[in-house]
């Protein structure tokens, strides 16, 4: 299901990304939910989660712990 705010992201989610990458995995899995609906909602979901992350990598790599945003080519 959506979410409303990065408030109710998962807490994985919440405790491991920066504010800015949460944003950008709230705003992917939201318009992967709304592209995806004729899927059954498993599929759905796990869609919508793999397109929250891909955008979030787009902008975001692992650096050891953290997450940081990416230096532009």
Same mark, same amino acid.
């Given at each position: 299901m959506p979410y409303q705010s990065v408030e109710d992201l998962p807490p994985s @989610?919440? $405790?491991? &990304?920066? #504010?800015? =990458? *949460?944003? @950008? /995995? &709230?705003g992917a899995?939201?318009? $992967?939910?709304? *592209? /995806? =609906? #004729?899927?059954?909602?498993? #599929? #759905?979901?796990?869609?919508a989660h793999r397109v929250a992350w891909a955008a979030v990598k787009r902008k975001y790599e692992k650096s050891g712990e953290r997450w940081i945003l990416r230096k532009a080519d």
């Open positions: @989610i919440q $405790a491991h &990304l920066p #504010r800015h =990458a *949460q944003e @950008i /995995y &709230l899995f939201n318009g $992967a939910w709304t *592209q /995806y =609906a #004729r899927r059954g909602p498993q #599929r #759905r979901e796990s869609t």
